[in-house]
């Protein structure tokens, strides 16, 4: 009696469950649909970006026009425009007005790097030194003599270091690089080669501490692209991704991970000694103080050998050069007084300028690096001591009585420290 009085009562159930299946159905399909195309999209923007910032053809063609027509001259000019036998490999760039590469040239590695901007800019909030003029490689012009050439690296040198007494010096070696071909001779393409790279301040670092350790050493050049020495790993820690695995990783998550990724401790106590030696270098070195500006990891690399090496100095500038361009820019409040990430000076709220005295000094920058790098395994037997040399370290300032004193004092204890610990084991 039930069943003949619910005829469809049988048909209605599985009606039911096939539409609630249909819709089971569409939604997956729709959020795997979904997936695809912003997965998609993510990878699209990422891949314009890569192909914006790295452009390597177009700097080669830039570079190969101009030396073909004679206008400059390099040691590095034939082996990248006639016998290509200077390669450009991975790239590294993270802005597209510096171009940098690993790279290969008569099959020893190096680090390529090229300017691609052609405008000038001064403007304090992104790059310190003049990029390209709109009519590339125009100085020194034709006819212009050794004497008169060298009168002009001079006025540059005053501008950029101050009124150093043994500038002259520093001229007569600039003049040695820019003799590529070793004749004995600086001819026109040789000059405007030299004058484009001098307006870069990781080029002008590389020639003044071209016998230190810890600075890479200059291959070759070829108007204002340079070719240095190649550095295995390329950051202070962490491990490389292929980029489109990077997309999905958080950055909390990777700087975990990136911590993990680190040489044994004794190996990062030799990295850290070979980073307060380099701040050594820089600290009133021949041609007066240099001021780091971007103490970041990705900035720093080391050899097979976990000796410290530079990777990238381009943020590295002259302090009466950084003093002379900041002390008339105009201000609201501390924040607008940075250059790079880490040279900040303060907003004078009478004048609503910011001073020229920068306020945490090169060794402080590098403490604050290097403070969770080397605490992160520390024997227990020093943990206590190291961590209160650190904090010591970071504390310093630059206006602070006795300073340079106090300086060396910290840098030297910390230097002790590291090395008595190490001293007697393989890593050292």
Same mark, same amino acid.
């Given at each position: 009696?039930?069943?003949?009085?619910?005829?469809?009562?049988?048909?209605?159930?599985?009606?039911?469950?096939?539409?609630?299946?249909?819709?089971?159905?569409?939604?997956?399909?729709?959020?795997?649909?979904?997936?695809?195309?912003?997965?998609?999209?993510?990878?699209?923007?990422?891949?314009? =970006?890569?192909?914006?910032?790295?452009?390597?053809?177009?700097?080669?063609?830039?570079?190969?026009?101009?030396?073909?027509?004679?206008?400059?001259?390099?040691?590095?000019?034939?082996?990248?425009?006639?016998?290509?036998?200077?390669?450009?490999?991975?790239?590294?760039?993270?802005?597209?007005?510096?171009?940098?590469?690993?790279?290969?040239?008569?099959?020893?590695?190096?680090?390529? +790097?090229?300017?691609?901007? #052609?405008?000038? @800019?001064?403007?304090?909030?992104?790059?310190?030194?003049?990029?390209?003029?709109?009519?590339?490689?125009?100085?020194?012009?034709?006819?212009?003599?050794?004497?008169?050439?060298?009168?002009?690296?001079?006025?540059?040198?005053?501008?950029?270091?101050?009124? #150093?007494?043994?500038?002259?010096?520093?001229?007569?070696?600039?003049?040695?690089?820019?003799?590529?071909?070793?004749? $004995?001779?600086?001819?026109?393409?040789?000059?405007?080669?030299?004058?484009?790279?001098? #307006?870069?301040?990781?080029?002008?670092?590389?020639?003044?501490?071209?016998? +230190?350790? @810890? =600075?890479?050493?200059?291959? $070759?050049?070829?108007?204002?692209?340079?070719?240095?020495?190649?550095?295995?790993?390329? !950051?202070?820690?962490?491990? !490389?991704?292929?980029?489109?695995?990077?997309?999905?990783?958080?950055?909390?998550?990777?700087?975990?991970?990136?911590?993990?990724?680190?040489?044994?401790?004794?190996?990062?106590?030799?990295?850290?000694?070979?980073?307060?030696?380099?701040?050594?270098?820089?600290?009133?070195?021949?041609?007066?103080?240099?001021?780091?500006?971007?103490?970041?990891?990705?900035?720093?690399?080391?050899?097979?050998?976990?000796?410290?090496?530079?990777?990238?100095?381009?943020? &590295?500038?002259?302090?009466?050069?950084?003093?002379?361009?900041?002390?008339?820019?105009?201000?609201?409040?501390?924040?607008?007084?940075?250059?790079?990430?880490?040279?900040?000076?303060?907003?004078?709220?009478?004048?609503?300028?910011?001073?020229?005295?920068?306020?945490?000094?090169?060794?402080?920058?590098?403490?604050?690096?290097?403070?969770?790098?080397?605490?992160?395994?520390?024997?227990?037997?020093?943990?206590?001591?190291?961590?209160?040399?650190?904090?010591?370290?970071?504390?310093?300032?630059?206006?602070?009585?006795?300073?340079?004193?106090?300086?060396?004092? &910290?840098?030297?204890?910390?230097?002790?420290?590291?090395?008595?610990?190490?001293?007697?084991?393989?890593? !050292?």
């Amino acid at each position: 009696m039930a069943r003949s009085l619910c005829p469809g009562a049988w048909l209605r159930k599985p009606y039911y469950l096939q539409a609630r299946f249909s819709y089971v159905r569409m939604k997956y399909l729709f959020f795997s649909w979904l997936v695809v195309f912003v997965g998609s999209w993510i990878i699209y923007v990422q891949y314009s =970006t890569y192909t914006e910032l790295c452009r390597g053809k177009d700097c080669k063609k830039i570079i190969c026009d101009k030396y073909k027509t004679g206008v400059i001259d390099g040691p590095a000019c034939n082996s990248l425009c006639v016998t290509e036998t200077l390669y450009f490999g991975k790239c590294l760039s993270t802005k597209p007005n510096n171009q940098m590469y690993l790279g290969i040239w008569d099959n020893l590695p190096g680090v390529v +790097k090229c300017q691609m901007e #052609q405008a000038l @800019h001064l403007d304090f909030g992104t790059e310190l030194e003049p990029r390209k003029e709109i009519v590339l490689f125009d100085k020194p012009t034709r006819g212009t003599t050794v004497q008169k050439f060298k009168e002009m690296v001079y006025s540059l040198f005053k501008a950029k270091l101050g009124d #150093q007494g043994n500038l002259s010096e520093l001229v007569n070696l600039i003049l040695t690089v820019a003799d590529g071909d070793k004749d $004995g001779q600086v001819s026109l393409g040789e000059a405007k080669s030299a004058w484009a790279l001098l #307006q870069l301040n990781e080029f002008l670092l590389m020639v003044i501490l071209q016998d +230190k350790e @810890h =600075t890479p050493k200059l291959m $070759g050049f070829c108007g204002d692209l340079y070719v240095m020495e190649s550095v295995e790993y390329t !950051s202070l820690y962490g491990i !490389s991704l292929p980029w489109v695995i990077e997309l999905f990783i958080p950055s909390g998550f990777r700087r975990s991970m990136d911590q993990l990724f680190t040489p044994s401790w004794p190996r990062k106590a030799k990295i850290a000694i070979g980073l307060l030696e380099f701040v050594e270098d820089v600290f009133h070195g021949p041609y007066g103080n240099f001021l780091m500006c971007d103490t970041s990891a990705k900035n720093l690399g080391y050899n097979d050998k976990y000796d410290l090496k530079m990777v990238d100095m381009k943020k &590295i500038v002259p302090e009466t050069n950084l003093k002379e361009l900041i002390k008339d820019r105009h201000c609201e409040s501390d924040l607008d007084c940075v250059y790079g990430t880490d040279c900040r000076t303060s907003c004078d709220q009478s004048t609503m300028k910011c001073t020229s005295e920068v306020i945490q000094p090169n060794l402080a920058k590098a403490c604050q690096l290097l403070k969770d790098y080397l605490l992160r395994g520390a024997p227990s037997e020093i943990r206590e001591e190291l961590e209160k040399q650190l904090y010591s370290c970071i504390a310093l300032k630059v206006t602070a009585n006795q300073m340079e004193m106090e300086h060396s004092l &910290i840098l030297n204890n910390l230097k002790t420290l590291l090395w008595k610990k190490i001293s007697y084991t393989n890593d !050292s």
